[in-house]
């Protein structure tokens, strides 16, 4: 996602431009930061079978968290393809509207831009675009299946929150 641009006659265009793709960058930036504050707790504890902080909050704020993170990284999936699925169709439709309408006028006008050029080009900026939030997905399959593990760990006599 952080390298999706594009450039058409000195107009560039980035990821930065559409705010769902900041939105999905901003959640994978979030998820990876989670993941990396997770990571030395889960090598001690794989390494040791003893947590690192022993007090028994640490499965239940393990147990929020992950649930936090994956309905996060969940809204930005939906958002980025929903996003990026509809704005190939409305390219599209917009640009065979224009070139109808420049055929049925029989008019020669130079819009100075090329639209099939910009349509190529968008349709791959919008594709990759799509791959980045797959990429995604494939985080938010693995959250799911951490959200789970750390659902069964949760202490079931004692509850931080309750």
């Known amino acids: ?86 704005l190939k169709i409305i390219i599209d439709d917009v640009v065979a509207l224009i070139a109808f309408i420049f055929e049925a006028l029989n008019s020669n006008v130079d819009l100075g831009i090329n639209l099939y050029e910009f349509k190529s080009k968008t349709d791959k900026f919008l594709d990759r675009g799509i791959i980045a939030t797959i990429l995604l997905a494939v985080g938010f399959g693995f959250m799911v299946v951490i959200s789970i593990l750390s659902s069964l760990n949760r202490p079931r006599s004692r509850n931080f929150f309750r």
């Open 1 to 86: 996602m952080f390298l999706n641009t594009y450039k058409i006659d000195g107009s560039k265009t980035s990821w930065k431009d559409l705010k769902t793709y900041r939105f999905v960058f901003a959640t994978a930036v979030i998820g990876v930061f989670y993941l990396l504050i997770q990571i030395p707790f889960a090598v001690y504890y794989a390494c040791t079978g003893k947590r690192l902080i022993r007090h028994s909050c640490l499965p239940e704020f393990d147990f929020y968290a992950d649930k936090l993170v994956s309905y996060l990284l969940a809204s930005a999936v939906g958002a980025g393809i929903a996003a990026s699925m509809e």
